[in-house]
Each structure stands twice: as structure tokens, then as C-alpha cells.
């Protein structure tokens, strides 16, 4: 039987918690309510307008609408978040992450409000939170810190430097800066950005270093002085600063060994006692090839990563947080690591565009082997956590990352191996996701050999990294087309058992076309006598026999070697869009229309919204001149700025948007006329248009 400690009124610690809201929204928030159900303790969500059909409501015993679009107006108002506790009759708070988990003021005023808060003291999340007084209580502990830099007083020796927010993180609010003259401009962009992530635009600069392994450890400590250090987790696959692959144990750790771990597992303990730390926590380094690591930030809260730590230590951490709130202590020796578990982030996102977030209308996500969803698999098995369902629409106003993929396995390369194969034969509809480069980082030789640095995605262009990845898309056309083929044969009234375009003497090839990013692929074919008859074989094939041919299923013979296809279908405005799924993985292909309105087509040198978004900064009128490459305006989306830049030199002759402005992807923004500049060509066009993310 649990005995509870005397409870604590000006804290709250002591009581036993009955009802949990969480302050916050998507996977993280089912992730909580998962454990709190398993315990019996009822849940409160809280959604904004946005999110008013998003899984994590209908995930909860009871819900709370803040009323607005953006995070300012509904996940950062902490006076809504309290005012909902009371309404739906919780007792206490769990912040999730992001929003206003690292918030002490926040903190503060769910004690005051005579509710349990579900993290640590507001002092250490003031002190931790802030990056700039952490940096000076380490170097005070004597754990080794990248030193602070004046702005004002940046010079040409002191660079690269990095411009990144002292609140919050996940890669938002952060700048490299490679150039004296860029600094001004990269630390308003950053406090724009950290002001609108996190409401507070605080920012300070350091000495940024090209290369080195993201390693973090996971700190678990109670009110009775146990600090529990639960192995580490390495983070270097990064894009923007924000993590893609995760995973626990380390690899560089393991591959250096000696005392590196336990120096690592020290310095955290050491940090998290230095502020008399309760909860869970996470303490943060950059590590060199050699084993030397410098303390970047301790994150004072549950990270996204944390189900890697759980699958290798058997533990729910969520779990422990809702103890250590209640006033219990940490029972037993510290927990140890065993096994390998790898985590992979899937994000609405088109990698090869420069990151591109994306939105729209998620049609279909399953994975296969999924053995536990917010839980830990059995050995070999995949954990799915998932904040999003077959429907679900992603909006420009939150993070587009769509699921967490998790494998368990005894050895790393297992562990590897059993995540790629999950991830290159799950059905993800809807959306470009960046499902292809996970795949390929998880089998590329750097990553297996565990070398993989922070300069992954910087040395391997994830254009080539994916270029081969999933199925052909000239075999995917010949599938679509037999596909749509058997489709429209399925709604003839006569004859309907006979191919579409049977011939007893040969005719001409019929022809589709379809098209996947910026290529196109007409497929000509025909049915005679012997069967199939394909204009152009693919590539790499010297045979193609189709065995069947229904509107979602065709199976061919490919050399000899019987291979089969699942077909779907979707229409997003005006273009249907066919997905083909096989077991080497998947093609999304666009059918193309045989006659286009010129009308819908965008003039030349037009700019267009790569995705919806809303204006921030305008930096250009109508008769300025600007140069290739030169960012003319700035859209924020997801929490992030994309500036949005000149594809060629010449004048603007008109600016359609003002700051404020909310644009749908396809947008014109402005246009620039070469023309006028004395050049030849076209101007940026639909098709060629750039976009520059701001943040690296």
C-alpha cells in the first residue's frame, strides 16, 4: 500500500492527484492521458479552434475550448489553461513540452491557484530554463560551457556563431551566423521567432561548432534527495536544430567507452542537484570524437525523445512524474539500460525542398508491427505515438511532426534494421512526409557504423540521401495506370470483364500521365492478344507480365519475380492523387489533367506562398530592385519563419500582401520583373520559385 507524505499547501506536493488537465496539445497530451488511464486518474484536454477534432480531445475524460487560432491566444495563456483546471474540476497540471512546460511563471500560478504542478520547483525552471544563468551555474559546478558573446562585439574571429533563444527549444529561435554583417538581422529574427514560440524574445549568442554528437541525459529526481541519472540518449541527426532520429544508449558512448558515460551521468546529477531538482529533466551536451562534451542547456521538463530512455530502461517515466508530484520517492537502486531502442520522427515535411513544412488533409497513416502505442513493445516490437488519425487535418499553426516511431530491439543494429522496414512499408497518404530520408538515414553506412555527427544532413544533401528511395516512380506509373484502368472498367455497363483498350489486332498505345514533384510520366500501353504491352519498359527491367489488375490491387511479374501493389486514391482540390504501396515502399503520383485553364497558371516572375502562412515582414515595394537569391518578404508557419527570395534579379513591380496577412499555399506574394533589369529569361514561375528557411 502507498503511503502518501503530508501534503504541502504552498506546493501542492502531498496530495494525491485524482484529475490531470494538460496544458498542452497532439501526441504529447494522448502520451499523458495513456499513463493517467492506466492509473485511473481522470483527464482534462484543453484544444483551440484549430484543434477542435484533434485525437487528443476525444482522448480525454472531459475538454476545454480556448477560444482562438494561435498558440499566443490559447496554449500560452496560462491564466485559460488555470481558469479550465478549475472548470472541469482537476487538480492538477502536467505542462507537456513546448508551450508553457519551462515557463516559472506559469508554474508558479498553478500553486498559487491551489493545484498540483506536474514538473519542478519554478525557481529551477527559472534558473535551468534560462540558457544564459544555467551556462554560468555549470561553469560555477565546473562542468565545461561554450562562452557567452556580446553581440555588439561579434567579430570576424568569433564566428560561426550561433544566435538561439534562452527560452524554450526545439530548434526555434536559433540562427548560425557565419558573417559580422548577418548578426543584427539573425538576432531580431530570432527573438521574433522565440517571442511567437515561447513569448519570450530573449536571445544570447555563443560560439557555434560545425560538428559534434548531440548528447543528452535523462534525470529523474525526487523531494527525498534521490537523483536518479537514466543513461544517456544521442540526438545528432538534426535539421534546423531540431532532433529527427533519436536514440539510447549513445553509440559514440559505447564506442569510445572507458569512463565517458559515468562522466556523463555524474556532471547530470550534479546539475540537477545544484538547483535542488524534482522531476523529470533533461541534461544536454555536445560531445567531440574524443570524449570531451560541453553542457549546451538542461531542458526542464519531458523531452520528445523520452520513450527511447523507457524502452531501454523499462520505466514510465510519465509515471514518475505524477509520483514524484504526489510527494513519493524514487524506490530501488537507479535503473540501468538494456537493449537498444531508436526513435524517428515523422514530419509533414519535404526534405528535399529545403524542409519544407507541409499542410493539408492526412488521409491515411498505418504502420505495420505496431505492438504498443504510448507504451513499451515487446523485444522486436514497434511503439506508434501519434497525436494525428486517418483524416486528420495539418494546419499551418502548430509543429507538422505527425508521429514518433519508436523500434525495441536487443542490438542497435537490429533495432536499425526492424524501424526502417516499418517505416518504408507504412501507408502514409495524404501528405509528403519525410518518411523516405528516415529510411535512408537509418541504413546509411554513417549511421550503422555510429559515426553519424550533427553534420549529417550538412555532408549528405537529403535530395541524394532519398533520390532511390521508395518505389520507382516509372514503375508506380505503369501500376496507377493499369490501376485506373480496371477502375474505369468497373463502371462500364457492357463488356466489363474485358481490358480497357483490348485489341484483337494491335492499335495504338493509350496513354496516362501523372506526375510526382517537377517530373512527369506519361505511361503508354495497350492489351492484345499476349497480354501487356508497355510502350517504354522502366528502368532496370527488362520484363513486365501483369498477373491482376483491380482498382486497389495489381500484381505483376517484374523479371521473373512476382511483386504486388496496394492502389488508394484521394483528390485534394482539383487533382487526384494516386498512392501506390509496395513492399520496397511507396509512390504518391498526381494525376495529370489533359487540357489546363490557362487562367489558373501563375504569370512569370510571379513569387507564390509555398505553403499557408501568415506575413510577417515585408522588406521590399513596388519599383525596388533586388538580385537573385535575395529574400523579399517573410511567412511564418508551424512556428517557424521561411523567407520567401528573389529567384532572379530584376525590379518588383507589384507586392501583393501586407505584414499580418494571412496567405494559402499558391498565393501570389509579389512579382519581379527580370525584364526591366536588363536580363534574359524568365522570372520565378509556380515551379521554379525558391524558399530560404531562416533557420538552418
Known amino acids: 500500500m502507498t503511503t502518501h507524505p503530508t501534503p504541502n499547501p504552498a506546493t501542492g506536493i502531498g496530495r494525491p492527484i ?117 551556462k554560468l551555474l555549470m561553469s560555477e559546478a565546473g562542468v565545461p560551457v561554450l562562452e557567452r558573446l556580446d553581440p555588439a562585439a561579434i567579430t570576424e574571429e568569433d564566428l560561426p556563431i550561433l544566435v538561439k533563444a534562452s527560452a524554450g527549444g526545439g530548434g526555434r529561435g ?192 498505418h504502420v505495420p508491427g505496431v505492438t504498443a502505442e504510448f507504451a513499451i513493445p515487446e523485444l522486436h516490437g514497434i511503439r506508434l505515438d501519434s497525436g494525428v488519425r486517418d483524416g486528420s487535418v495539418i494546419g499551418v499553426n502548430y509543429d507538422p511532426m505527425l508521429a514518433k516511431v519508436i523500434s525495441r530491439a536487443p542490438t542497435r543494429d537490429e533495432a536499425a534494421r526492424e524501424l526502417a522496414a516499418a517505416l518504408r512499408r507504412a501507408r502514409i497518404h495524404g501528405l509528403t512526409t519525410n518518411r523516405d530520408l528516415l529510411v535512408s538515414s537509418l541504413l546509411h553506412p554513417d549511421f550503422l557504423s555510429g559515426s553519424a555527427d550533427t553534420r549529417f544532413y550538412a555532408e549528405h544533401d537529403p535530395a541524394l540521401l532519398t533520390r532511390s528511395a521508395g518505389l520507382d516512380p516509372a514503375l508506380g506509373s505503369i501500376v496507377a495506370a493499369l490501376a485506373d484502368a480496371a477502375l474505369e472498367r468497373a463502371d462500364a455497363t457492357v463488356l466489363r470483364g474485358i481490358p480497357s483498350g483490348f485489341r484483337n489486332v494491335p492499335g495504338e498505345f493509350q496513354r496516362r500521365a501523372y506526375a510526382t514533384g517537377d517530373r512527369e510520366l506519361v505511361v503508354g500501353y495497350r492489351f492484345g492478344r499476349e497480354g501487356l504491352e508497355l510502350e517504354q519498359l522502366p528502368d532496370d527491367h527488362s520484363s513486365v507480365i501483369v498477373l491482376s489488375a483491380e482498382p486497389d490491387h495489381v500484381v505483376m511479374e517484374l523479371d521473373g519475380v512476382r511483386r504486388q501493389y496496394a492502389i488508394s486514391r484521394f483528390t485534394s482540390g482539383e487533382v487526384t492523387s494516386v498512392v501506390v504501396d509496395g513492399s520496397g515502399g511507396s509512390v504518391t503520383l498526381a494525376r495529370m489533367a489533359r487540357f489546363i485553364d490557362p487562367s489558373t497558371q501563375a504569370h512569370a516572375g510571379a513569387l507564390v506562398a509555398p505553403m499557408p502562412g501568415t506575413v510577417v515582414r515585408v522588406a521590399v515595394e513596388a519599383g525596388s530592385r533586388v538580385e537573385a537569391g535575395q529574400p523579399l518578404l517573410w511567412l511564418e508557419a508551424m512556428k517557424m519563419e521561411h523567407a520567401v527570395t528573389a529567384s532572379a534579379a530584376g525590379v518588383v513591380t507589384h507586392v501583393h500582401v501586407v505584414m499580418g496577412q494571412q496567405v494559402d499555399q499558391g498565393t501570389t506574394l509579389a512579382v519581379v520583373d527580370d525584364a526591366m533589369d536588363g536580363l534574359d529569361g524568365l522570372g520565378a514561375t509556380d515551379e521554379d520559385e525558391t524558399m530560404e528557411e531562416t533557420t538552418p
Open 18 to 134: 485524482t484529475s490531470v488537465l494538460v496544458a498542452n496539445r497532439g501526441e504529447i497530451a494522448s502520451r499523458i492521458f495513456a499513463t493517467c488511464r492506466r492509473r485511473g486518474i481522470t483527464t482534462v484536454a484543453v484544444y483551440s479552434d484549430p484543434d477542435a477534432e484533434s485525437p487528443h480531445v476525444g482522448d480525454a475524460d472531459a475538454a476545454v475550448r480556448l477560444p482562438g487560432m494561435t498558440a499566443a491566444d490559447t496554449y500560452l495563456r496560462g491564466d485559460l489553461l488555470i481558469e479550465a483546471a478549475r472548470r472541469a474540476g482537476a487538480d492538477a497540471i502536467h505542462p507537456g513540452y513546448g508551450f508553457l512546460s519551462e515557463n516559472a511563471d506559469f508554474a508558479a500560478a498553478v500553486r498559487q491557484a491551489g493545484l498540483t504542478w506536474i514538473g519542478p520547483d519554478p525557481k529551477a525552471i527559472e534558473v535551468m530554463g534560462s540558457k544564459v544563468e544555467s
Open 174 to 365: 536559433m540562427r548560425i551566423v557565419r558573417t559580422v554583417a548577418d548578426v543584427p538581422d539573425a538576432v531580431e529574427s530570432a527573438s521574433r521567432e522565440a517571442a511567437s514560440a515561447f513569448g519570450d524574445p530573449t536571445v544570447f549568442c555563443e560560439r557555434y561548432l560545425d560538428s559534434g554528437h548531440h548528447v543528452e541525459v535523462q534525470v529523474m529526481a525526487d523531494g527525498h534527495g534521490t537523483v536518479w541519472a537514466l543513461g544517456e540518449r544521442e540526438c545528432s541527426l538534426q535539421r534546423r536544430h531540431q532532433k529527427v532520429i533519436e536514440e539510447a544508449p549513445s553509440p559514440l558512448v559505447d564506442r569510445i567507452g572507458g569512463d565517458l558515460r559515468e562522466r556523463l551521468l555524474t556532471a547530470a546529477r550534479n546539475a540537477a542537484a545544484a538547483v535542488d531538482y524534482r522531476g523529470a529533466g533533461t541534461v544536454e551536451f555536445l560531445a567531440d570524437a574524443r570524449g570531451n562534451f560541453w553542457f549546451l542547456e538542461m531542458n526542464t521538463r519531458l523531452q520528445v525523445e523520452h520513450p527511447v530512455t523507457e524502452c531501454v530502461t523499462g520505466l514510465d517515466l510519465v509515471g514518475l512524474q505524477l509520483d514524484v508530484a504526489a510527494g513519493l520517492p524514487l524506490k530501488g537502486a537507479e535503473p540501468t539500460m538494456t537493449g537498444h531502442s531508436i526513435e524517428a520522427r515523422l514530419y509533414a515535411e519535404d526534405p528535399a525542398r529545403d524542409w519544407q513544412p507541409q499542410s493539408g488533409t492526412l488521409h491515411v497513416l
